[in-house]
């Protein structure tokens, strides 16, 4: 055989690898693609809650109201703080029991709260 020959064989080899190779980092740019789009859409940039002039339960049923998932305790807590009324867990626990009470509020499961 001729030495061309063998070096036009072994070219073919490896461009048919790298067109292989090619086609799989494809897949894989197209998959991460994706995922990068899925996370966006995830990421959702909530108004900033504003909590001035509002009583602390009023500020919890706003923080629960503006949140997409149900929130515990802390989050709940968490949320007034920044947003500028200092509360604790067990302060909002208090808040909770009586917002419960008149449905402005709804227990999704034990420690799990959400706006009605």
């Given at each position: 055989?001729?030495?061309?020959?063998?070096?036009?064989?072994?070219?073919?080899?490896?461009?048919?690898?790298?067109?292989?190779?090619?086609?799989?980092?494809e897949a894989q740019i197209?998959?991460?693609?994706?995922?990068?789009?899925?996370?966006?859409?995830?990421?959702?940039?909530?108004?900033?809650?504003?909590?001035?002039?509002?009583?602390?339960?009023?500020?919890?049923?706003?923080?629960?109201?503006?949140?997409?998932?149900?929130?515990?305790?802390?989050?709940?807590?968490?949320?007034?703080?920044?947003?500028?009324?200092?509360?604790?867990?067990?302060?909002?626990?208090?808040?909770?029991?009586?917002?419960?009470?008149?449905?402005?509020?709804?227990?999704?499961?034990?420690?799990?709260?959400?706006?009605?």
């Amino acid at each position: 055989m001729n030495p061309l020959e063998d070096d036009l064989k072994q070219v073919r080899v490896e461009l048919a690898a790298a067109e292989l190779e090619a086609q799989r980092l494809e897949a894989q740019i197209a998959a991460l693609l994706a995922k990068e789009a899925t996370l966006e859409g995830l990421i959702v940039k909530a108004p900033e809650l504003n909590v001035q002039g509002m009583t602390k339960a009023e500020a919890i049923v706003a923080a629960l109201s503006q949140s997409s998932e149900p929130m515990t305790l802390g989050q709940i807590a968490d949320a007034v703080t920044t947003a500028g009324s200092i509360l604790k867990p067990d302060g909002a626990s208090v808040y909770l029991d009586g917002l419960l009470k008149m449905g402005k509020v709804v227990r999704v499961k034990r420690g799990l709260y959400r706006a009605a």
